[in-house]
């Protein structure tokens, strides 16, 4: 079994509203699992997202071109 290297981190601070923290605590407390995992999980899913989102694009306008 492979060990997983496990990758830097960096602290920084970031002011949300206070409605949006209570949400995203309820949901953590009822999923068990921690604020930081849950921001982690859903600043990957955003990050792929855009990535997609941005792909389509490219293939996009490459296709134009052709025509």
């Given at each position: 079994?492979?060990?997983?290297?496990?990758?830097?981190?960096?602290?920084?601070?970031?002011?949300?509203?206070?409605?949006?923290?209570?949400?995203?605590?309820?949901?953590?407390?009822?999923?068990?699992?921690?604020?930081?995992?849950?921001?982690?999980?859903a600043a990957r899913e955003w990050l792929e997202k855009?990535?997609?989102?941005?792909?389509?694009?490219?293939?996009?306008?490459?296709a134009e071109k052709e025509v």
């Open positions: 079994m492979s060990k997983k290297t496990k990758e830097q981190t960096r602290s920084f601070t970031v002011t949300f509203p206070q409605s949006l923290v209570e949400e995203i605590d309820q949901i953590c407390s009822s999923d068990y699992v921690s604020r930081t995992s849950w921001l982690l999980r855009e990535r997609r989102v941005s792909a389509d694009e490219l293939i996009s306008k490459i």
